[in-house]
C-alpha cells in the first residue's frame, strides 16, 4: 500500500508536468481501482477519455466501473459502445459487455444482441461461441447452444481440457433437444 501511494504522489508530480500523459493517467486510475477508490479511478479514466479518445480500453474499463462498483448501469452502455467503436475487432469487449448486461441488468436480449454483433465481427473466436452457446442455453435456445457448442469442438486449436467440458455439455444438452 505504501509503495501505492507513493507511486500516486509521483503520478501527481509527473502529470501536473505532463498531463496529457495517458499512460500515467493509466496507472492512476489503475492504482485507485485496486484500492477501491472508485470515484478516483472514475475521475481519472474520464480524463482519459478525454485526452486519448481513440483508446477503446479506457472506455471499456469505465464502463465496468460503471456499471459494477459504481452502480451507475446507464452510463455504462455508451462507454461499452465507446470501446467498441474504438476497437469493433476486439472479442473481450463484446463479452464483457454481454457480460454486464447478463449479470447486472438482467436483460438476456441485449446480450444476445451483442454476442450477435461480436460474431459477426470475429466469427471464429471461441470465447465469443462459448458465450454465445451458454446464453442461448439459459435463454432456453437449446438447438442454438448445441450447434454453437459444436462448431467450437470442431475447431483444431482447442484444448483438451475445454474438449472435454464442452463435450459434456454437449452431452447433457442433447436429450434435452429430441
Not at 6 to 21: C, F, I, Q, T, Y
Not at 52 to 71: E, M, N, Q, R, V
Not at 93 to 121: C, I, M, N, Q
Request: aromatic residues 12%; hydrophobic residues 40%.
Amino acid at each position: 500500500y505504501d509503495t501505492s501511494r507513493k507511486e500516486l504522489v509521483d503520478l501527481a508530480v509527473s502529470l501536473a508536468a505532463n498531463p496529457r500523459d495517458a499512460d500515467g493517467w493509466m496507472r492512476v486510475a489503475y492504482i485507485k481501482r485496486f484500492y477501491g477508490d472508485y470515484m478516483g479511478a472514475r475521475d481519472a479514466y474520464e480524463y482519459l477519455n478525454l485526452i486519448a479518445p481513440g483508446d477503446g480500453l479506457s472506455f471499456f474499463t469505465l464502463a465496468g466501473l460503471y456499471g459494477y462498483y459504481l452502480k451507475e448501469p446507464v452510463k455504462a452502455v455508451p462507454k461499452y459502445e465507446a470501446a467498441l467503436q474504438r476497437d469493433p475487432m476486439n472479442p473481450a469487449y463484446y463479452s464483457g459487455f454481454a457480460d454486464f448486461y447478463r449479470e447486472v441488468t438482467g436483460d438476456l436480449p441485449a446480450a444476445e444482441r451483442v454476442l450477435e454483433r461480436g460474431l459477426a465481427k470475429v466469427p471464429t473466436d471461441v470465447n465469443l461461441m462459448v458465450s454465445y452457446a451458454a446464453l442461448s442455453e439459459t435463454m432456453g435456445k437449446i438447438a442454438r447452444a448445441i450447434e454453437y457448442y459444436e462448431k467450437v469442438l470442431a475447431r483444431s486449436d482447442l484444448g483438451a481440457p475445454q474438449r472435454a467440458a464442452i463435450t459434456a455439455d454437449v452431452s447433457r444438452l442433447k436429450p434435452q433437444n429430441p
